[in-house]
């Protein structure tokens, strides 16, 4: 099982004249620790009502390239700071580094804490806990 990945991305960054360069640069994702989890669900709690102020649930659950196109970038652009927290907190890129990636860079990163983390099966680990605690009941 692995506990960490590396991954070379890309980062923005301008020199003193303010031109813009990109410099390749190496981080080490590593598994998300148990005594992170409470700051991770902590990134997590303001998210449901910046989407829920910014989509219906009509066009959640009826997503498509309209609604893609339409919200998402209000969407981002409303939680932008929440979300790069949250991609630190989860990747342990300190959130300075995580804002100077391009975006294939970022996606990267993401990818690369879902896929490290199984964050799937842990979804359906959670489900299933759900039922067995409601069959308890």
Do not use: H
Request: proline share 2%; charged share 30%; hydrophobic share 40%.
């Amino acid at each position: 099982m692995k506990t960490s990945k590396t991954i070379n991305v890309i980062q923005l960054l301008t020199d003193d004249k303010g031109d813009e360069k990109e410099q390749e640069v190496e981080f080490t994702i590593r598994k998300i620790p148990i005594g992170r989890f409470a700051d991770l669900m902590l990134g997590v709690d303001k998210l449901p009502s910046i989407v829920k102020d910014n989509v219906t649930a009509e066009e959640l659950s009826n997503i498509n390239e309209e609604v893609i196109f339409t919200k998402l970038p209000k969407l981002v652009a409303s939680s932008q700071d929440e979300i790069l927290q949250l991609v630190s907190i989860a990747s342990g890129i300190d959130k300075s580094n995580i804002e100077k990636l391009d975006f294939e860079g970022f996606f990267d990163v993401i990818t690369a804490v879902i896929e490290l983390n199984n964050v799937n099966a842990i979804v359906e680990k959670v489900k299933n806990l759900g039922k067995v605690f409601q069959k308890k009941k």
